[in-house]
């Protein structure tokens, strides 16, 4: 089938066509016309004003499955990334079991040499991402692991973090980190300031990531390795990483939310913004927003934590963290593009995390293997039961409308189109 | 008549001065109510109302049991043990089935911050905060501020020093909030270890020294040491608590002026206060336990009277 994408801004650093309007045709999976001919196709998108960038990559997608398929399973979560714009992911190892030997790595990767969406195991440092124990992260890596982290759970425990940094050098393996002082963090339940104090909610104060992320670059610079800190979200954080970056190998990240949203949002207990790191102040945003203009910040993830009714309809200290963000990145980096350039975002979710992880990057030219994203800035959609394919719906978004939306993905000689 | 802006009574930081006042116009009669031989009156005959208690109470359920009876409302009681909440019947589920059963009212207390809020989010009754967690308890905060507007005339100007756990108190959040809006001044005193880090961000003073808030103040709002509510150690031991920060005659005779002590009870006698303070013409504490029904009253009454 030939599909023809209509003068789309193409937006690929490492393209001829970087930053021009060019028509795309794409054939049997593989881009076979770059120009300003109407090439004949059966289906032609009008893509005018539209971004088309090779595909999103997350790294740092949360499917619980295997385990708790009831909030996500592998097919609804890559449906729901095909639908956001997302062709590989990196998915997280908190699940049940933990990704840890290479039998968990097999059944992430089995479906991936057919499927629209690739599925990347990040596999766990410890056993049960526990902290304690390291996990056999050669075999591991050579199952097909292709970066090591406890996920959504900071590896705490000061030894086994210096440790598993030297290990990994044997194969120059990446370890990804989400910065947190569990002690300080102990029961919190938003960031520590002004509005937990009115809302007699325990904080998670900003030291409680700041202290980490100084600890761990310490430690990188005695053990040497790479490190990537997912997740920031503390303006000092970011700074001591910015100042780290100058003589360490670190890279970072953070969740395409944490620079639009803040804690005054949580003032009515609304448990769809209870995520960790928590929702911080205006100080906090600017501080990320900066970072990503000036490249601090390395990589965008989609933050996708998918909960169930059960785990975020109920008491704010008893629901659980996350926010379900496949499908509404698009409508993230639209907002972001106010304050940073479209092709320093997009950078930041196509090509920086493949190039962390070591992976082949696609490139949008002739001949190339079609794996691009198709984004829309300007549609105006609605988030909602019939749109969401996610088995989870807790996110600030649902049930409104929004702006921005990613309306094809190919990859694999498949696609998928939400285009008229 | 006048009426509440809120339907609800979820906290203080949601009702405005007015509110405020005319819950105390409204107490002030009821009070004379319950004072005649007579002490019952009509006014909510035919509303049903329901207290729901997740947290262990004595005297708030009491309390808010005798300001039904003495209204003539139908009141059904019910308590549960907060901790089978997430592996039973959530909190949700147990309050629709409480209002299928055609409740018009709901009085709650609940072990976390904001589930009142969160319930009225879901159900149309009117639901009346009786403690959430570390969050608010507004109808203590009502009595406290009513007794001493009983006690000193107008609360303007006037410097209440709150001592004691501050950080798990939701009558001190309350009380702060309802203070304010009433034009106190207000001050939190209590080991730095039980200070929320931004509580000066509400405008109050932070004093660390007891002796120094006594000799500020003309009210101290004595709070209860909440050991149930402090799940990581906060202070060494009660013996080092009760020795630099409890309050006794002593220490009160010693000042070069008559205060009013408060406490929202139950007292840990010796802890934070010492009996004889307790007991003494400075204390407050059982016009306050008196107030309550009244304000409670009151409360109840504005709330069903905006919804007829």
């Excluded at chain 1, 303006?235 to 970072?252: E, F, H, P, Q, W």
């Excluded at chain 2, 008196?290 to 109840?300: D, I, K, P, T």
């Amino acid at each position: 089938m030939k599909i023809l994408l209509q003068s789309p801004q193409i937006i690929d650093p490492n393209s001829p066509y970087h930053l021009k309007e060019k028509n795309v045709l794409i054939n049997n999976g593989r881009i076979v016309e770059i120009g300003d001919k109407n090439y004949s196709a059966d289906k032609v998108i009008k893509a005018e004003g539209m971004k088309l960038s090779i595909g999103w990559f997350d790294l740092g997608t949360s499917i619980p499955d295997p385990g708790h398929e009831y909030k996500e399973d592998l097919d609804s979560g890559m449906r729901a990334a095909a639908a956001g714009g997302f062709t590989q992911i990196a998915v997280l190892p908190n699940t049940s079991p933990a990704i840890q030997t290479k039998n968990e790595v097999s059944y992430l990767i089995k479906g991936n040499d057919t499927n629209l969406v690739k599925i990347h195991p990040l596999a766990s440092v410890t056993k049960n991402n526990k902290g304690e124990e390291l996990t056999e992260m050669i075999d591991l890596h050579e199952a097909g692991a292709v970066a090591f982290t406890d996920g959504l759970k900071p590896v705490w425990h000061t030894d086994i973090f210096l440790k598993s940094l030297q290990y990994l050098q044997k194969f120059d393996g990446l370890l990804i980190d989400h910065p947190e002082d569990i002690w300080l963090n102990l029961f919190g339940q938003m960031h520590e300031g002004i509005n937990s104090t009115m809302l007699g909610l325990k904080g998670m104060p900003r030291i409680a990531e700041d202290i980490v992320v100084n600890k761990n670059l310490e430690l990188l610079g005695y053990a040497g390795g790479r490190l990537h800190i997912t997740r920031l979200s503390s303006a000092k954080a970011i700074d001591m990483v910015r100042s780290g970056k100058k003589k360490l190998n670190v890279t970072c990240s953070v969740t395409a939310y944490q620079a639009l949203l803040d804690d005054s949002l949580l003032a009515d207990f609304d448990t769809n913004y209870k995520v960790n790191p928590p929702l911080r102040e205006k100080a906090d945003q600017d501080a990320l927003i900066k970072a990503l203009k000036d490249g601090t910040i390395d990589v965008i993830i989609s933050g996708h934590v998918p909960q169930d009714e059960e785990s975020k309809s109920l008491e704010f200290d008893l629901a659980d963290f996350g926010i379900t963000n496949l499908q509404t990145t698009a409508a993230n980096l639209v907002s972001l593009s106010k304050w940073v350039d479209w092709d320093v975002l997009l950078e930041k979710i196509t090509v920086a995390p493949r190039r962390l992880l070591n992976l082949e990057i696609p490139k949008i030219d002739i001949d190339e293997k079609a794996n691009l994203t198709l984004l829309d800035p300007d549609r105006v959609w609605k988030f909602d039961e019939r749109s969401n394919f996610s088995k989870a719906k807790n996110s600030p978004w649902f049930g409104q409308e929004i702006v921005g939306k990613a309306v094809a993905v190919f990859n694999n000689g498949k696609h998928y189109f939400d285009v008229a | 008549m006048s009426k509440l802006s809120q339907k609800h009574l979820l906290g203080i930081k949601d009702i405005s001065r007015e509110d405020i006042e005319l819950i105390f116009e409204t107490a002030d009669n009821f009070k004379e109510v319950i004072n005649r031989p007579i002490k019952k009156v009509p006014s909510l005959r035919d509303v049903t109302i329901a207290n729901v208690f997740f947290e262990n109470s004595t005297r708030t359920r009491l309390s808010f049991e005798l300001a039904q009876k003495r209204l003539s409302a139908d009141v059904i009681n019910f308590s549960a043990s907060n901790s089978s909440v997430k592996k039973g019947e959530t909190l949700l589920d147990t309050v629709n089935n409480i209002l299928a059963m055609k409740v018009d009212m709901i009085v709650m207390r609940h072990a976390s911050p904001g589930a009142p809020h969160y319930l009225a989010k879901h159900i149309n009754a009117n639901i009346v905060n009786a403690g959430d967690g570390t969050h608010e308890h507004p109808t203590q905060a009502l009595l406290d501020a009513f007794s001493i507007r009983e006690k000193l005339g107008s609360l303007v100007g006037k410097k209440i020093a709150i001592i004691g756990d501050i950080l798990h108190s939701r009558v001190a959040l309350s009380n702060i909030f309802a203070l304010q809006k009433l034009g106190a001044k207000v001050m939190v005193c209590g080991p730095p270890t039980l200070l929320p880090k931004f509580i000066k961000h509400l405008g109050v003073e932070v004093e660390l020294d007891v002796q120094k808030a006594l000799q500020w103040c003309d009210v101290a709002n004595v709070l209860r040491i909440q050991l149930e509510r402090q799940q990581i150690k906060y202070f060494p031991s009660l013996r080092e608590y009760s020795l630099y920060y409890g309050i006794t005659k002593k220490t009160l005779d010693n000042l070069k002026k008559q205060i009013v002590i408060m406490h929202p009870g139950p007292i840990n006698r010796g802890v934070e206060l010492s009996s004889d303070a307790a007991d003494s013409e400075h204390s407050i504490i059982l016009d306050q336990v008196e107030n309550g029904v009244a304000v409670r009253m009151a409360v109840l009454y504005l709330l069903a009277g905006r919804t007829s």
